[in-house]
């Protein structure tokens, strides 16, 4: 491993740092959006799949059934790659609120807020890293191994995404951990029906060793937007 000069920072003062400042979180997020047709399908085999709709709320449960994040190429030059911000939710926030305000299509935002949430740990060691922004002409001198980090970033002729705080993962799928996975939803209704749906049924013993019922076992744990003052009105049919 090649070793590379630092400032020094102890790590009392790096955990100090994180408290007060609001722009870092350890949270990484990837926000779904309603897709077109309005109708996805979600695979549970080989031989057993369910149809529902494509909202932004549907993507979610779509992925939730399978437990996976699907990749796209669309953006990094042929590569399958999977998308996150790094941006923290309050300030996201702010984003989703341009729904509210928008008068066309054009101008509201490209992701609705539903999606899920990883720590930033757990992500670098599936291979995720920040993407790399630079100027457009700079692209050719990047090895093909980075290429679908690459954002383009030239503020003089306003192409600036760094407001996105991306962060990529290069891969066709990305199965995801229950354990190490935060839902994401605008409501607390919302987050109520997520963990009540996908909650397993198990079996309560009583002192004798008899099953005297049943519990639902939370499977995702959700947190609702509106807990952090998230209020917009949503077209999520």
């Not at 090895?143 to 996105?164: A, C, I, K, M, Q």
């Not at 190490?180 to 397993?200: D, G, K, M, Q, R």
Request: charged share 25%; glycine share 6%.
């Amino acid at each position: 491993m090649t070793s590379h000069p630092t400032p020094e920072l102890s790590e009392e003062l790096a955990k100090r740092i994180r408290l007060v400042r609001r722009d870092v979180g350890d949270l990484l997020f990837h926000f779904t959006r309603n897709i077109e047709p309005n109708r996805v399908t979600v695979s549970f085999s080989e031989t057993c799949s369910m149809g529902m709709g494509g909202s932004a709320y549907g993507v979610l449960r779509k992925i939730l059934y399978e437990e996976r994040l699907i990749g796209t190429s669309r953006w990094t030059y042929g590569k399958d790659t999977i998308c996150f911000t790094e941006a923290p939710i309050q300030e996201f926030n702010s984003v989703f609120s341009l729904v509210s305000i928008a008068s066309t299509k054009a101008e509201r935002p490209r992701y609705e807020p539903y999606g899920i949430a990883v720590s930033k740990k757990w992500l670098y060691e599936q291979g995720g890293r920040p993407v790399i922004y630079d100027h457009p002409d700079a692209f050719p001198q990047y090895p093909e191994s980075l290429r679908y980090r690459f954002v383009p970033y030239d503020p003089t002729n306003g192409t600036d995404f760094t407001w996105e705080r991306e962060w990529r993962i290069q891969a066709a799928e990305l199965k995801l951990d229950p354990k190490h996975t935060l839902v994401v939803v605008p409501t607390s209704e919302e987050a109520f029906e997520i963990v009540y749906e996908f909650a397993n049924i198990e079996a309560d013993w009583d002192d004798e060793g008899s099953i005297s019922g049943s519990y639902h076992a939370p499977k995702w744990l959700a947190v609702s937007l509106d807990m952090f003052g998230f209020k917009c009105v949503l077209d999520n049919a």
